[in-house]
């Protein structure tokens, strides 16, 4: 089945920018609607961005819209989430996650409709 890998967490001050990186093993990622995720200590688990399987469309949630922007990269099988101007309040884990190949033009940020998920990567904003 298929397998994801995030990678490219790490401690930032506020105000700085990390990407991150969602990896696809086996499959190529182009069939999969690709959501992401986050989940800071003691909070639930919220959607922040989703990006079709063809790329066209995107969607952003209002807590990082105009600062995240989210891409795919065919070639490397690799989803992006571009993460600018950090502030204390995104430090979570990022997770990224899958839809199934059937619904890859849709978009959503609702993490039960996600049945593929990678293991996650840190991301902390502290000064």
């Known amino acids: 089945q298929l397998q994801l890998v995030e990678s490219g967490g790490g401690l930032v001050q506020p105000g700085g920018s990390l990407r991150l990186s969602c990896a696809a093993s086996?499959?190529?990622?182009?069939?999969?609607?690709i959501g992401w995720f986050r989940q800071a200590p003691g909070k639930e688990r919220e959607g922040t961005s989703c990006i079709s399987g063809s790329g066209r469309v995107a969607n952003y949630a209002g807590s990082v819209k105009g600062r995240f922007t989210v891409s795919r990269d065919n070639a490397k099988n690799t989803v992006y989430l571009q993460m600018n101007n950090l502030k204390p309040e995104d430090t979570a884990v990022y997770y990224c996650a899958a839809l199934p190949p059937l619904l890859s033009s849709l978009c959503t940020m609702t993490s039960s409709h996600y049945n593929f998920w990678g293991q996650g990567t840190q991301v902390t904003v502290s000064s």
């Open positions: 086996r499959f190529t990622l182009d069939n999969y609607a």
